[in-house]
């Protein structure tokens, strides 16, 4: 029972740093969104995933990109830029990327109503992940030479990945909190705040991520140490992406909805 317990926990750890943003982080950005939907947005929405909030879906890419398929979604969970920073279409994955495939899913719902309804639920949840997963700082792949590769480091005495850190552990560390709670502390934008926050286009908010983000890399060495001088550092960058993210995602679900 003792091992079963034991391997239990190592599964369950190694789950939630594998998936992009946390399962809280993605969360937390669509509720922010859910909060900010227009009511006819929301009950349109709804209809299409099953009577489910956008919430309930937030990670669905991560826990579907190895079914069969879905499979061609496996790439789609980052982006890169190049030396300047730019999302351009050399350095965009030919086999689709985040900023790539959540266009697509936007041009695709614009007609929605031709749609099927199978069609239009699964392009919903590519945008409702995807704007999540793009506002990630460690789902941007800088290409510049100028930007150094930290692949491991050590947090808490143990050696993780440092993409992980970024995904869940800097957002479990600075707070105890669930999804709920922490999209009510970060929703507290006035509308003209919001405003500013929405403009632009998913690959504008990209390369803005990809300029925010950078310094990630000049916090720590590969196989570094880090602990919670570390993590109280990451907070504010942290945050400010998940606000950005759920706001931005209700944006994109109001003007199609
Ligand atoms: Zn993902």
Same mark, same amino acid.
């Given at each position: ?49 099953d ?13 579907y ?22 999302n351009?279409?050399?350095v ?9 495939e959540? =266009? ?8 929605? #109503?031709? &749609?099927? !309804? $199978?069609? @239009?639920?699964v ?43 970024w995904?869940?552990?800097?957002l ?30 998913p ?18 060495e590969?196989?570094? =140490? ?8 990451? #907070?504010? &960058?942290? !945050? $400010?992406? @998940? ?15």
């Amino acid at each position: 029972m003792k091992k079963l317990i034991i391997i239990l926990t190592a599964v369950l750890c190694g789950y939630q740093y594998a998936g992009a943003w946390g399962r809280t982080g993605h969360d937390a950005i669509a509720y922010i969104a859910e909060r900010n939907l227009t009511p006819k947005a929301k009950k349109t929405i709804e209809k299409y995933l099953d009577n489910h909030s956008i919430v309930y879906y937030a990670s669905w890419m991560d826990q579907y990109r190895k079914t069969p398929g879905y499979e061609k979604t496996s790439t789609w969970h980052s982006g890169s830029v190049d030396a300047d920073l730019r999302n351009t279409d050399e350095v965009r994955s030919p086999k689709g990327d985040a900023v790539a495939e959540l =266009e697509n899913a936007i041009a695709r719902l614009k007609n929605y #109503r031709e &749609l099927d !309804d $199978s069609t @239009v639920n699964v392009n919903l949840k590519y945008i409702i992940h995807l704007v999540g997963d793009m506002h990630c700082p460690s789902h941007v792949k800088y290409t510049g030479k100028d930007v150094k590769k930290i692949k491991r480091v050590i947090l808490n005495g143990k050696k993780v990945s440092y993409h992980s850190v970024w995904d869940s552990g800097a957002l479990a560390g600075n707070h105890a909190w669930g999804y709920t709670e922490y999209g009510h502390q970060l929703d507290r934008l006035s509308k003209k705040e919001q405003k500013a926050i929405t403009a632009g286009t998913p690959k504008d908010w990209f390369e803005e991520t990809a300029r925010d983000c950078k310094g990630i890399y000049e916090m720590t060495e590969e196989g570094g =140490e880090i602990g919670k001088d570390f993590i109280n550092q990451s #907070r504010h &960058l942290v !945050d $400010s992406q @998940v606000t950005k993210a759920g706001y931005r995602l209700a944006k994109v679900l109001n003007d199609l909805f």
